[in-house]
Structures are given as C-alpha cells and as structure tokens.
C-alpha cells in the first residue's frame, strides 16, 4: 500500500487541530509537536528507502488513475527534501522551547509550525500543478501568522509587504494555471509533459512557462527577491530559522520539478533565462551579504546567495550540475537554519544586532563560538563540511556545458560568503570580550544543543557524502530523465 505517502502531509494537519484545542497547555503542545516532527523524520526515511527498492511511489486519492485524479507521488528528489525539512523543524522546535517565550508558545506558535510543515511536505509531494497551488497556499497562511508572531512594529511593516508580495504572486500563479489548462487540457505534471512533447513548446507553452518562472522565481527569491531580507530578519529566531531553511526550497522545488519535468524543450529561452537570474542574484546577494553590518540581514542575503547557486544547477541542467544542486540544496536547509539561529543566540546574548556592537563572544561561550566557524566553513564550501560536495559537482556541470560565466560567479559568491561570514566571527566572536562577569547571560540549553545538532549534520552530510550519493545519484537521474517519472505516474493509463 502508498498510503503511507500522504501522512508527511495529514499528521501534521491533523496533529495541528488538536493542538488549537490545547493552547493552555505549552509543555503537553512541546512534547506532541516534537514527537510528531521526529515521527514524521522517521516515516519519511522509510519511504525514500521504499523508493530504492520498489521505485517512485504513487497514490491515487479516491481511486481516480491519473491524469484524471488527484495524486501524490514520492520520488527520491521529493523525498530527500522532505525528509530533511522535517529534521530541520524538529531541531528549530527545540530552540524554539528555550527561546520563543510562553506568551508566544500561547498563541498557537506550535499548531502553526505544523501547518506549515504539512504545506511544505504536500507541495514536494504533490503531483499535479493545482495542488501545488494549494499546498503553497497552506504553506502561505501559516507562514502569514508566524511572520507576525508578537505583533512588534517592524514585523507589521515587512509583514505588510510580505502578504502582499505573496497574493500578487499566488494570483499569476492562478492565472498561468488557467492558461496552461486552456492550452493542454490537463494539470497533471506528467501529462502536461508528456502533452507538451506532443504539441511542441511554441511561443504560447513558452510563455505560460516564463508566468511560472516568475511566480516560482518570487517565492524562491530567485532575483526578485526584494520582500525577503527585511521579511525574513523580524521574526522570532526560531521562526526565521524555518523560513531561511525552507520556504525558498519549496519555489525551488517547483522551479526544478517544472523545469525538467514539464518546460524543458526550449532551454535557449527558459534556461538562458534562468542562468541570467541566478547570475544576477548571485552578484546582487553578495553585494547584499557585503554592505550590511546586522547580523539578520547579512544571514538573510546569504540566503539570497544560496538560491542563485543552486538555480546555476539548473540553468546547466547537465545530470552532474542536478545532483550537485540536491546536494546543495539539503546542505543550505541545515547550514541556514544554523546560521539564523546563531544569529538570533548573538542578540539575545548581547541585545545588540550589529556586528561591530559585538565582540568577545568566544571568550564567554567557547562552544558557541566555534559553532559560528563550523557554519562559517560549511556555507563557504570548504571540505570536508557539506558545502564542498554541491559546490564541485555544480561546477563540474557548469565546465562541462561551457558556462563558464556561471562558474566564475558562483565561486566568486563562495569567496564572498566566506568574507561576509568570517566578518562575523572575527569581529564579533573574536575580540576583546564587551560582557562582564555581572552582565553574562546564560546560554540556554535548548539554544546550544540545537545549534550542535545542525553543526553535527553539517559535518555529517560532507564526511558521510558517500553514504547519501545513491539517493542524489537517483533524483538527479529522475529530474534528467523525465521519462522515468512519467512512466511511473502514468503507467498505462495513458
């Protein structure tokens, strides 16, 4: 039986509802949302084990064979990321237990992570374009109430063009759908791509595929990425740790599966496009990461920086630079909620956002500060942390399809997240200490061995490359080659 495909999204719906009704009672609300997110780990290991045995599963809700139904389908592409954003949200709850408060913890904080998680999961799972929609809009609304979360004046404001930002790109969503069902008949992903084959991508298939590359592009932060760093630094820390780990994955997610799946008979005009993009993302977020000295938003624009090299991957679009951008793309949703939390650990020790207010942090908290350099090293790619893998086999695909403009910035950003991170842990952790004995502020718990874990993956994931190659090696073939997915989706239901 599949169904056991469609619990990364219904338990945590569900687990969520009950928790609405016990609001009162933060510790029983602690307990649940952890044990359902480590439970939800454990049953997506499964299924991507399942995968390498009996190849992509499928189900069919209500009995409906596509392309008439609506289905889920988990192939190890999807799989890997859901696994890895359930491990994420486990750790950010424990940080979230020691630092968000129970004034927020009241105000249905946990019951809104799991709505979340169930919009992220359903929209790698999903397997037509409609429910992409949707999910994405689960997604959404919960993220709507999280990015609020305390009410204060700065989050309203970057609240404000957040929504904004996300209806106007929910609506070109809805009407690129409209245009590709009046064009082709059906939503179901591996039948658009086999009609598509058909048919031919003409001008018209063309167009409707650059109106989903700009609204994935806007939920990705792929160059037009304006909304998020000021989005992306006002909410509590553990809530911007789940936002820079995973709600860009989810565009890239859609730009990648729709992109080699669905739009890929003209990549002279949609992958040029997107290799254009990803350059100018690349240049515009190192820029970013450079000229700001507030911790939050160097981390935010490093996020910026990450969605323009894994999106090199795509533009490439060689097998290599594809299993380097799933590599990459697990490593980001560690590493960045590493850095977010070490972000918001800096202020909430110190009260102070800027880096050069902050100094001496190693001397106070020894592990602490070591933690900043082993994030510092992983996102600059420097083995054997996990950074390295993504970075060499994207650049490996980058020379095997000559783009060597695209390599040459996506190692220049390398070499700029290095700086722009180094000048956190030189000027803030190293230093002369500016924390006396008397104005020490205990490092909680819950914050360090959050913090640890994700440095614990981190090293993981690069000393243990080999063990996970088979899984990458596996999605990256199913992205390049479309007709393993299709078969697997459509069978003989054609």
Not at 49 to 78: H, M, Y
Not at 376 to 397: D, E, H, N, R, W
Request: net charge neutral.
């Amino acid at each position: 039986m599949n169904n056991i495909i469609v619990l990364p999204l219904i338990i945590p719906i569900m687990v969520g509802v009950i928790l609405v009704f016990l609001r009162p009672y933060v510790k029983t609300q602690r307990v649940i949302s952890l044990v359902t997110m480590l439970g939800m780990a454990g049953i997506s290991l499964y299924i991507l084990n399942k995968i390498q045995t009996e190849g992509i599963l499928r189900l069919d809700f209500g009995g409906w064979e596509p392309p008439f139904g609506i289905l889920f389908v988990a192939d190890s592409f999807a799989m890997l990321f859901v696994l890895t954003a359930n491990i994420v949200t486990a750790i950010c709850l424990i940080y979230a237990f020691s630092s968000i408060g129970e004034s927020h913890e009241k105000m249905y904080f946990y019951p809104f992570v799991l709505f979340l998680i169930a919009g992220v999961n359903g929209s790698f799972l999903t397997g037509d374009m409609f429910n992409l929609f949707v999910c994405f809009e689960v997604m959404l609304l919960a993220s709507y109430v999280l990015v609020t979360l305390g009410g204060k004046k700065a989050q309203l404001r970057e609240s404000i063009k957040y929504v904004v930002i996300n209806i106007l790109s929910s609506w070109f969503f809805l009407v690129a759908l409209a245009y590709l069902y009046g064009a082709l008949g059906t939503l179901n992903m591996a039948h658009l791509s086999e009609r598509v084959a058909e048919v031919g991508q003409g001008p018209l298939l063309t167009t409707i595929s650059i109106i989903f590359l700009i609204v994935f592009s806007l939920k990705a932060g792929l160059l037009l990425f304006f909304w998020l760093p000021g989005s992306y630094s006002v909410p509590p820390t553990a809530i911007a740790a789940l936002f820079g780990a995973l709600l860009t994955k989810v565009g890239i997610y859609a730009l990648f599966r729709t992109f080699t799946l669905i739009f890929y008979h003209e990549p002279s005009i949609t992958h040029t496009l997107i290799g254009i993009m990803a350059g100018v993302t690349l240049v515009l977020g190192c820029i970013g990461a450079i000229a700001y000295k507030d911790v939050r938003l160097i981390a935010s624009y490093n996020v910026v920086i990450a969605v323009g090299f894994i999106l090199v991957g795509l533009a490439v679009a060689t097998q290599a630079s594809l299993e380097g951008s799933i590599y990459y793309v697990i490593h980001d949703m560690v590493a960045k909620a590493m850095l977010f939390l070490i972000a918001g650990t800096m202020i909430a020790l110190t009260g102070k956002t800027k880096i050069n207010e902050i100094s001496g942090l190693i001397r106070n908290y020894p592990l602490f500060g070591w933690m900043v350099f082993v994030v510092t090293c992983s996102l600059a790619g420097i083995p054997p942390l996990s950074g390295f893998v993504g970075k060499v086999l994207v650049g490996q695909g980058a020379i095997e399809s000559g783009s060597y403009i695209l390599l040459a910035l996506a190692f220049l950003s390398s070499i700029v997240v290095l700086y722009s991170l180094l000048r956190i842990f030189l000027s803030s952790i190293f230093g002369e200490t500016i924390i006396s004995v008397e104005d020490e502020v205990p490092l909680k718990k819950g914050m360090i061995i959050s913090i640890v874990l994700l440095a614990i993956g981190t090293v993981s994931l690069g000393l243990g490359a080999e063990f996970i190659s088979g899984y990458v090696s596996d999605a990256a073939h199913t992205l390049f080659n479309p007709s393993v997915y299709i078969e697997a989706v459509l069978g003989g239901n054609k």
